[in-house]
C-alpha cells in the first residue's frame, strides 16, 4: 500500500512541475524571465515565495496564483513522497534489513523485491524468480547469430526495481563496472549486458532472502 501511495505522489509531483513549466513559459514576460533561471528544485521554491500586489494586474495576480499554487501542491507531493518512503524502510528495516546492504539496493527497491518475493518456498528457484522479474532473456538466434531478446512477460515493477539497481551499480559498483568492461571487451551491446547484470541480481537477490528466511526459521526453532 505504502508503494502504490507513494509511486501515485510521485507521478503527481511530475505532473504539478509539467504544469508549473507550462505556466511559466505562458506568463508575462517579466515574470517568465524571473521563473525561468535556475534548476526545477530551485524554479519550486522559488514560485512557491511568490507574491501578489494590488499594484499589479488582474492578470498578473491570477498568473501568479496560478503558479504558486502549481508549485505548493508539487513540494506537497514531494513531502508525500518523502514520508510514504521513510515509513517504507522502516518496514524493510523490520522484515529485511540486510537488503538494504547489497550494492544498490535502496528501500523502495527492497520493498519491491520482498513484494515479489513474498516469502520462502513461495517461488521454488533462483531461475523461476528471474522469470518471474522478466530478466530471464528468451533466445532468439537466427544461423550464425547467437543473441537473446528481452522477455516482456510477468512482474513489470520487479523488473523496474531490478533496472533501478542495475543502473546505480553500473554507475557506482566497481564490480559491476568491471562486469560491464569485460562483456564489451566480449562484444556484448550495453542493452545485453544491462540484461545479464539484471539476471545476475535476480539471482543475488532470491538467495539473499531465502537464506535470511532460513536464518529466521532456525531462530524460531532454538528459541
Not at 524554479?43 to 503558479?67: D, Y
Not at 521454488?124 to 547467437?146: K, M, Q, Y
Not at 553500473?170 to 564489451?184: D, F, G
Not at 540484461?195 to 532454538?222: M, P, V
Request: with cysteine; charged share 25%.
Amino acid at each position: 500500500m505504502l508503494l502504490t501511495a507513494r509511486q501515485g505522489a510521485v507521478v503527481g509531483r511530475t505532473k504539478a512541475i509539467g504544469q508549473l513549466k507550462a505556466l511559466i513559459v505562458n506568463a508575462p514576460q517579466a515574470l517568465r524571465d524571473h521563473l525561468r533561471r535556475g534548476t526545477t528544485d530551485e524554479q519550486l521554491e522559488r514560485c512557491s515565495r511568490l507574491r501578489t500586489s494590488p499594484a499589479q494586474s488582474v492578470e498578473h495576480r491570477t498568473t501568479i496564483r496560478a503558479i504558486r499554487t502549481v508549485a505548493r501542491r508539487a513540494l506537497f507531493l514531494e513531502a508525500e513522497a518523502a514520508e510514504h518512503e521513510s515509513d517504507i524502510e522502516e518496514l524493510v528495516m523490520a522484515i529485511c534489513p540486510s537488503l538494504l546492504d547489497l550494492p544498490g539496493v535502496g528501500p523502495v527497491t527492497a520493498a519491491q523485491f520482498i513484494i515479489s518475493w513474498s516469502h520462502a518456498r513461495r517461488v521454488r528457484n533462483e531461475a523461476a524468480f528471474a522469470s518471474l522479474a522478466d530478466a530471464a532473456p528468451i533466445p532468439a538466434s537466427s544461423g550464425n547469430t547467437v543473441r537473446h531478446r528481452l522477455n516482456r512477460a510477468g512482474d513489470r515493477q520487479l523488473n523496474r526495481a531490478l533496472h533501478t539497481v542495475a543502473l546505480s551499480r553500473l554507475q557506482h559498483h566497481p564490480a559491476s563496472k568491471a562486469y560491464a568492461a569485460r562483456r564489451t571487451q566480449e562484444g556484448k551491446t550495453p542493452r545485453e549486458i544491462k540484461r545479464c547484470l539484471k539476471r545476475a541480481i535476480a539471482r543475488q537477490i532470491y538467495r539473499h532472502l531465502e537464506s535470511q528466511a532460513a536464518a529466521q526459521r532456525e531462530l524460531s526453532l532454538a528459541a
